[in-house]
Nanobody
Framework: QVQLVESGGGLVQPGGSLKLSCAAS????????MYWYRQAPGQERELVAS???????SYADAVKGRFTISRDNAKNTVYLQMNMLKPEDTAVYYC?????????????WGQGTQVTVSS
């Protein structure tokens, strides 16, 4: 059974840091495209960062230079290191996995973790 479980969210002051984790089961993260999205109240869900199966990373302009996506294949976990956090980073952060097997695409979402940036 495929599961994505996010953790690491919380309340942090502006300028602070948080590291989100997305623990995967039922598939291997190194074989999938992994994504972090976020959704602020009243806003659409937006893509924050991605890492391909080959390890290529990509970031939204709003977080470039502040956030880093990575994965630990041994732990089958993807991370989002968030530095220099701003109040506008406040959102629920979601992990998403997409992969193709035998011409069938699979995609799954985690349940989300709340990040609040406030003094």
């Amino acid at each position: 059974q495929v599961q994505l479980v996010e953790s690491g969210g919380g309340l942090v002051q502006p300028g602070g840091s948080l590291k989100l984790s997305c623990a995967a089961s039922g598939f291997t993260v190194s074989s999938a495209f992994m994504y972090w999205y976020r959704q602020a109240p009243g806003q659409e869900r937006e893509l924050v960062a991605s890492i391909s199966s080959s390890g290529t990373t990509s970031y939204a302009d709003a977080v470039k230079g502040r956030f880093t996506i990575s994965r630990d294949n041994a732990k089958n976990t993807v991370y989002l290191q968030m530095n220099m956090l701003k109040p506008e980073d406040t959102a629920v952060y979601y992990c998403r996995a997409i992969w193709t097997m035998r011409s069938t695409q699979f995609q799954y979402w985690g349940q989300g973790t709340q990040v609040t940036v406030s003094s």
